[in-house]
């Protein structure tokens, strides 16, 4: 059983980098426009916010958590929307109030959650370093399109490990958000992280196989830039068709990021 406390502490790391950035922010930056279709710079905090919220509802009150299910099926192609509406609509200094509190508590239940203890999600449950992981994949997701927006560069740092770890993990998840069935054979997966050290998932000697930068994977994962504008490479007519639906996210999948120089 794996110690969650390095990867919370990487997820606080994480959130406390991008609430500097936004922290000094005025009010007319927080309805700057960001890559993500109708979404401002407040619409991405408030969906941190909101999903930070849900998961410590989650750890914490698992009848609870499933009311939350229960909304997301009422209206599952606009409820991730909403919410994130519904909290772009607060002030920016009461929206950045909530989602320190919420984030704040939730550090606090992972740390102190029990040992092997696994949490209901949208997707299948998580453990604790999971739900962290998860977390922090989210944060660094939408920390990138904030940064975009005010034209801010954040070097990639090792905290990408988990974002690649979640990204490899849910590779059969992707699948059967596809309607697919997920191939029975592990894939070989050797990432090079941003200090130049390499990252391996699965068997060595795996026929299907993906490599390439774990900064481009981790993008591609999370549906920030377009398989054709990343170093990734597949080998394998499996591993080719997984780097055309991978996400790291859980519920439906995405429409992802356009290729660069798609007409819009």
Same mark, same amino acid.
């Given at each position: 059983?794996?110690?969650?406390? @390095?990867?919370?502490?990487?997820?606080?790391?994480?959130?406390?980098?991008? =609430?500097?950035? !936004?922290?000094?922010? #005025?009010?007319?930056?927080?309805? *700057?426009?960001?890559?993500?279709?109708?979404?401002? &710079?407040?619409?991405?905090?408030?969906? *941190?916010?909101?999903? =930070?919220?849900?998961?410590?509802?989650?750890?914490? +009150?698992?009848?609870?958590?499933?009311?939350?299910?229960?909304?997301?099926?009422?209206?599952? =192609?606009?409820? !991730?929307?909403?919410?994130?509406?519904?909290?772009?609509?607060?002030?920016?200094?009461?929206?950045?109030?909530?989602?320190?509190?919420?984030?704040?508590? *939730?550090?606090?239940?992972?740390?102190?959650?029990? @040992?092997?203890?696994?949490?209901?999600?949208?997707?299948?449950? %998580?453990?604790?370093? #999971?739900?962290?992981?998860?977390? $922090? %994949?989210?944060?660094?997701?939408?920390?990138?399109? &904030? /940064?975009?927006?005010?034209?801010? #560069?954040?070097?990639?740092? +090792?905290?990408?490990?988990?974002?690649?770890?979640?990204? !490899?993990?849910?590779?059969?998840?992707?699948?059967?958000?596809?309607?697919?069935?997920?191939?029975?054979?592990?894939?070989?997966?050797?990432?090079?992280?941003?200090?130049?050290?390499?990252?391996?998932?699965?068997?060595?000697?795996?026929?299907?196989?993906?490599?390439?930068?774990? $900064? =481009?994977?981790?993008?591609? /994962?999370?549906?920030?830039?377009?398989?054709?504008?990343?170093?990734?490479?597949?080998?394998?007519?499996?591993?080719?068709?997984?780097?055309?639906?991978?996400?790291?996210?859980?519920?439906?999948?995405?429409?992802?990021?356009?290729?660069?120089?798609?007409?819009?």
């Amino acid at each position: 059983m794996s110690d969650p406390t @390095p990867v919370i502490d990487d997820l606080r790391e994480e959130s406390e980098e991008l =609430d500097a950035l !936004v922290a000094k922010l #005025s009010p007319e930056e927080w309805r *700057l426009a960001t890559p993500a279709p109708g979404w401002t &710079i407040a619409h991405q905090i408030a969906h *941190l916010y909101w999903t =930070d919220r849900a998961a410590l509802v989650a750890v914490t +009150d698992a009848d609870g958590f499933q009311a939350l299910v229960e909304q997301a099926l009422a209206a599952p =192609d606009r409820y !991730v929307d909403d919410a994130a509406e519904q909290g772009a609509e607060q002030a920016p200094a009461d929206l950045l109030a909530a989602w320190r509190e919420s984030r704040a508590a *939730l550090d606090e239940a992972l740390r102190a959650a029990a @040992p092997g203890a696994r949490f209901p999600w949208y997707g299948p449950p %998580m453990a604790t370093a #999971s739900m962290a992981t998860a977390r $922090l %994949m989210e944060t660094w997701a939408h920390g990138l399109d &904030i /940064a975009a927006t005010l034209g801010v #560069s954040r070097p990639p740092t +090792d905290r990408l490990r988990h974002v690649a770890r979640i990204g !490899v993990r849910a590779r059969d998840f992707a699948y059967a958000a596809h309607g697919l069935t997920p191939p029975a054979e592990q894939f070989r997966v050797e990432l090079t992280g941003p200090g130049g050290d390499l990252w391996t998932y699965g068997p060595e000697d795996a026929p299907q196989r993906v490599t390439g930068p774990a $900064l =481009d994977f981790c993008l591609l /994962a999370t549906q920030r830039a377009h398989r054709a504008d990343l170093a990734l490479t597949a080998e394998g007519e499996d591993a080719d068709r997984w780097l055309d639906i991978a996400q790291a996210f859980a519920g439906p999948p995405g429409a992802g990021r356009p290729a660069k120089g798609t007409p819009q």
